[in-house]
């Protein structure tokens, strides 16, 4: 079998097995390849120390030709090895120095790195400092053994000097020293080392590197190099890891300046992969666009889910409730037919969704109240405000009184958007509530009375709807004795109170003439009420030059 090993030049690992590790006689095989397997015998020559060392091989072939073969040895190889072999690297160093070669070195720095520790990296560096001052090109083994050695005590700044050095001698990058190279780059996390590797792979190499090399490399990379990256590895037939892709769509959803042009690329190279229906790969996706504000191409990736995550679900809804109501409705639909409890949140934003349609939205606003009901969110606060605001809102007042008194009756203090939605609500009602209307105001706690303009706003527009306008300018005169700015609804509603009383409050809406046209001289509402106050209390000559 040795014979016929010998006959191709490669010993493999299990004749190797059989053979005493360091009796150095009678192969040109050094005990730095015995780990590889398959061993070139080629690559050694008679200029080193090492061409004279043998194995003692217990095969016949082998015993046959050791007598003849020690006769030419040289007489110091033997005495270098058993140096190297017992770490006496002082003593093997000044032999080494007496004549230098390149697989001489490879011996030493190999056992220097079985040595491990400070002084063994010091007498390595030794020994490539002087194959350098000598010219003697380093081989890729060499340097990645320099390098393990390097990382092995945390010297990750010297293996990428090794790097640099691999450039511009112009060595063959392999395996063995990218692998080292890229943990190198992970633990200094040197992008710009990272980013050279990087041109090194995609400028052509002839290996593969293993997927842990990949690894490390691509934790440095930016999004846009990353996705170069994988490529690549997608070329060599390397799986890809979910992990690359939610990291850096998380990094798109971050960046949002770089994220369009990245996004795509990473999006697009995703298609290509079995990782391409991926749910929590596709949840990110969604999260993505709709950061950058494409609401459409987020809805589209998420019907691709078949099973959207609860965050992409209250993320879409949030998003989709303001300027697509109708989507924002579809997604809530999916959600429930997939048996998925809207979160708190999700529930109020749906609410608003219901108040952008409108009326004709009412129905769904009842289906989604009896869906809160079901889930037992009946007694939130924020949710029963958003209920209030939209039964008003899409013409059902008297359901926002009803919920104000089923927050009485079960504790629930009410908040300043309750009292706000109740107001509204009796507004809207007219006269027939008007004690409803008393009764909420001095319900109001009388600290947000003094400072509160929207409080106190609503209350105006409520008395002047139902009747009571002497109340709501008793309550703007109030304001104004106590600095309290009014805002345009405050106007508004103190302006029907004016035009309800008619000529006798004519001094008091020209006064309300002149903050309409310091502050609010565009607003088209307050103009029209305006011309309406003006008619009302017997001055239409005015109306119709405001008009």
């Not at 010993?11 to 006689?25: A, G, S, Y």
């Not at 190198?184 to 190499?205: F, P, T, W, Y």
């Not at 494409?294 to 409730?321: K, R």
């Not at 209350?459 to 600095?483: F, G, R, T, V």
């Amino acid at each position: 079998m040795a014979q016929r090993c010998l006959q191709f030049r490669f010993i493999p690992t299990p004749v190797l097995r059989r053979v005493p590790f360091f009796k150095l006689v009678n192969t040109n095989i050094a005990p730095i390849d015995i780990h590889f397997g398959l061993l070139p015998l080629q690559k050694f020559t008679s200029s080193s120390l090492g061409f004279q060392a043998r194995f003692f091989c217990q095969t016949a072939q082998l015993d046959q030709d050791n007598n003849e073969k020690k006769k030419s040895r040289h007489p110091s190889a033997e005495r270098f090895l058993t140096l190297c072999k017992e770490h006496h690297f002082d003593e093997a160093f000044k032999m080494f120095q007496d004549r230098p070669t390149l697989f001489d070195a490879e011996i030493l720095i190999w056992n220097c790195k079985l040595k491990g520790g400070q002084s063994s990296l010091e007498t390595a560096f030794e020994v490539y400092k002087l194959i350098k001052e000598k010219s003697i090109k380093p081989t890729p083994y060499l340097l990645s053994t320099l390098a393990t050695l390097c990382n092995s005590l945390y010297k990750f700044e010297t293996t990428l000097t090794l790097f640099h050095d691999l450039q511009e001698r112009r060595v063959k990058m392999e395996s063995s020293c990218f692998t080292q190279f890229a943990y190198a780059v992970l633990e200094s996390q040197d992008q710009n080392v990272a980013k050279k590797l990087l041109d090194v792979l995609i400028g052509g190499v002839d290996f593969t590197p293993i997927t842990q090399s990949c690894d490390n490399l691509i934790h440095c990379l930016e999004t846009k190099e990353a996705v170069l990256l994988m490529q690549f590895m997608l070329e060599k037939g390397m799986d890809l890891n979910k992990r690359y892709f939610l990291i850096f769509f998380q990094h798109c959803i971050d960046d949002e300046q770089n994220a369009h042009n990245h996004g795509e690329a990473l999006f697009t190279l995703l298609q290509s992969t079995p990782l391409k229906s991926d749910p929590d790969i596709l949840n990110c996706v969604v999260k993505m666009y709709m950061r950058r504000g494409l609401h459409n191409e987020a809805y589209n990736v998420f019907e691709m889910l078949e099973q959207p995550s609860v965050i992409t679900y209250s993320y879409l809804i949030s998003l989709l409730s303001k300027d697509q109501p109708e989507k924002c409705l579809r997604v809530y639909d999916k959600m429930i037919a997939n048996n998925i409890s809207p979160e708190k949140i999700t529930f109020t934003e749906v609410l608003s969704a219901i108040l952008s349609l409108g009326p004709s939205a009412l129905e769904k606003g009842k289906q989604i109240h009896q869906h809160i009901i079901r889930h037992k969110l009946d007694t939130n606060k924020k949710i029963l405000n958003s209920l209030m605001q939209m039964y008003h809102t899409c013409g059902e007042p008297n359901k926002t009184i009803e919920l104000f008194d089923y927050m009485i009756t079960n504790n629930i203090s009410p908040s300043k958007p309750s009292y706000l939605n109740i107001l509204l609500a009796i507004s809207y009602l007219g006269p027939s509530e008007l004690e409803k209307g008393i009764q909420i105001h001095q319900q109001i706690p009388q600290h947000k009375l003094d400072t509160d303009v929207m409080l106190l706003s609503a209350l105006i527009q409520m008395y002047a709807k139902c009747d009571e306008p002497n109340k709501s300018i008793e309550l703007y005169d109030h304001m104004i004795a106590n600095n309290i700015k009014p805002n345009n609804y405050t106007l508004s509603g103190t302006l029907t109170a004016i035009s309800s009383l008619g000529p006798s409050e004519l001094e008091n809406g020209k006064q309300i003439h002149q903050v309409i046209t310091q502050n609010f001289s565009s607003d088209i509402k307050l103009l029209t009420a305006l011309v309406q106050m003006y008619n009302n209390c017997g001055d239409p000559n005015k109306s119709i030059e405001l008009y």
